[in-house]
Every structure is written in structure tokens, then in C-alpha cells.
């Protein structure tokens, strides 16, 4: 069953933000509420790698490439994690996912973002 769905995604040009979203199912409220959810991200070619995370305590963490442009927060009622993108490069350019941190369960479809002239 659907567990994580990811939504926000788009083609923007370079210098634009995007807003993505981590909607989590009704069989997950609980844990959702209370684990750390990670966004991580899979550009062509490359591995899938971590871009930020934050804890049930509202703790964050970035990776150094984000740090200052993208901003991860959490609605605990309305079970959603967000991911505010600023200042969107080409290096961005990705699949974006959401997961648990450290403790993923079965990774979702992703969201599609493309920074393109």
C-alpha cells in the first residue's frame, strides 16, 4: 500500500523555488509524527543521496550543497513534510524522494524537478 507520496515538482528555470510536499498515509500518522523524515534526492546517472532531514523534534540537518537554499519543516496535523527550494540550480535536477531517516521503509515514486533554461 502507498505509504509516502511525494508532490511539488515542476520545471523551473535557474534562480526559482519550488515547494515539495511528503504526504504520509492514515496507516502511518503515528510514526510519521514521531520519527526524523528524511527528503533524498537521485539525479540520471548517480546514486541516491540525502539532502536534508528533520526529527520529530523539529531538529534539522543539511547537506553542505542545500545549506541556506532549501528549507525541510513538518506539519504533524496535517502529517506532511515540506521541502522550500530556493535559488534552484541545474545541479538540483533530480528525483526527490521522502523517506524515513535511517529506518526507510519502501521508497515512494518520487517527485520529478528540473531546473532548466
Known amino acids: 500500500q502507498v505509504q509516502l507520496v511525494e508532490s511539488g515538482g515542476g520545471l523551473v528555470q535557474p534562480g526559482e523555488s519550488l515547494r515539495l510536499s511528503c504526504a504520509a498515509s492514515?496507516?502511518?500518522?503515528?510514526?510519521?509524527?514521531?520519527?526524523?523524515v528524511a527528503w533524498y534526492r537521485q539525479a540520471p546517472g548517480k546514486q541516491r543521496e540525502l539532502v536534508a532531514a528533520?526529527?520529530?523534534?523539529?531538529?534539522?540537518h543539511y547537506e553542505d550543497f542545500v545549506q541556506g537554499r532549501f528549507i525541510v519543516s513538518r506539519d504533524n496535523a496535517e502529517n506532511t513534510v515540506s521541502l522550500q527550494m530556493n535559488s534552484l540550480n541545474p545541479e538540483d535536477t533530480a528525483v526527490y524522494y521522502c523517506?524515513?531517516?535511517?529506518?526507510?521503509?519502501?521508497w515512494g515514486q518520487g517527485t520529478q524537478v528540473t531546473v532548466s533554461s
Open positions: 523517506n524515513f531517516w535511517l529506518t526507510p521503509i519502501d
Open positions: 492514515p496507516s502511518i500518522f503515528t510514526i510519521f509524527r514521531s520519527r526524523a
Open positions: 528533520i526529527t520529530g523534534g523539529d531538529s534539522t
